[in-house]
């Protein structure tokens, strides 16, 4: 199906906790907001629930794959180079919906699903100077389906009584689900700016 990106929304947060216990890993929970609206002209069928959508059929797709990520993770490095490794399980909880734009028939599919995910960090600390360098990614490969995501991001630390930060970066996502029949193949990235405070 041809079907071209209109308008995307992406926003997320975390929490971690970091401690000095041995043996015991790190947590990082993390929410993503991720969602698209899609239009196009169908060049084959493409069924969605139990309505199949006849190719020439305009159509518009909504498709939000909004998650929540559980983390957690072992500092295997930590002084100006740090290195984390561990594994993420992620809790879909979005919904794939499409519209025939000429018959106004709407259906729906709902995708949840729990998957595991391996996790790695590093990061590169420039002494004295409050400024850093991460990558981070979650990776995932099996029985068809593909998910990966990165950041890469400079943080900037600032003097104070809490450590305040601002990071820009680039975070890219990809997609490639199978769920009660329906593919879904999503790519997005672009870049962002976020605020941190660590207690």
């Not at 216990?21 to 629930?49: A, H, Y």
Request: charge should be negative; glycine fraction near 6%.
């Amino acid at each position: 199906e041809t079907l071209g990106v209109t308008e995307q929304d992406n926003e997320y947060f975390y929490l971690l906790l970091e401690h000095p216990v041995p043996f015991i890993p790190n947590i990082k929970v993390q929410r993503n907001e991720l969602s698209s609206i899609q239009q196009g002209t169908l060049d084959s069928d493409f069924r969605v629930n139990k309505k199949v959508f006849a190719a020439s059929s305009t159509v518009q797709t909504d498709i939000d794959l909004s998650h929540t990520d559980a983390t957690l993770y072992y500092e295997l490095l930590d002084n100006w180079i740090s290195a984390d490794v561990g594994v993420t399980l992620r809790k879909f909880d979005g919904v794939l919906s499409a519209l025939d734009l000429d018959t106004q028939e709407l259906d729906h599919i709902d995708v949840d699903q729990t998957l595991p995910l391996i996790y790695a960090k590093a990061q590169f600390d420039l002494p004295f100077s409050g400024l850093s360098a991460a990558v981070e990614a979650n990776v995932l490969s099996y029985d068809g389906n593909n998910i990966s995501d990165y950041s890469a991001k400079l943080s900037y630390t600032f003097d104070g009584a809490l450590d305040a930060s601002i990071d820009l970066g680039l975070k890219g996502m990809q997609l490639k689900l199978k769920e009660d029949g329906v593919h879904t193949n999503l790519e997005t990235s672009g870049p962002f700016i976020a605020a941190r405070l660590t207690f």
